[in-house]
């Protein structure tokens, strides 16, 4: 690999960032878990969405919530993509209650991703009977 090649490669996550990265998804994971313990699988994703911003209050978590990112063409402004979660300014939290996870959904988080600069996305589909058969961990 030639030295410009090297430069327009993605930067790897370094050893504290990523352990830092793994901390926040780990919590995260587990709020995640908390809820479905709770609520149980079956319910629209809008209520996993609630009770999971619950857990992330009590657990001290800082995230933001429907953050608006700009999609464009050739310059121009088409429209904004909304993301669920954004936690810890770091790591990208796309929620799901679906019976089929398409995968569509993993390409959704690609994109925002790509387009946020951000390197970790976490897409948790609460429809399933054990939790962590429905956590996919994105990195770019």
Known sequence: MTRGEE?????????????????ITHRVIG?????????????LEGTYDSALRIELDDQGIRYARLVLVPAY????????????????????V????????????EAQLHTYLR???KRIGLLINFNTPVLKDGITRVIL
């Open 7 to 23: 430069i327009n490669q993605p930067q790897r996550l370094g050893g504290s960032e990523l352990h830092e990265i793994n901390l």
């Open 31 to 43: 709020c995640a878990i908390a809820v479905h313990r709770a609520l149980g699988l079956g319910l």
């Open 73 to 92: 063409y050739k310059g121009r402004l088409l429209g904004q993509y909304r993301m669920d979660f954004l936690v810890e300014d770091r790591v990208i």
């Open 94 to 105: 796309e929620v799901k209650s679906v019976a089929v996870v398409l995968p569509i959904f």
């Open 115 to 117: 387009v946020t600069a």
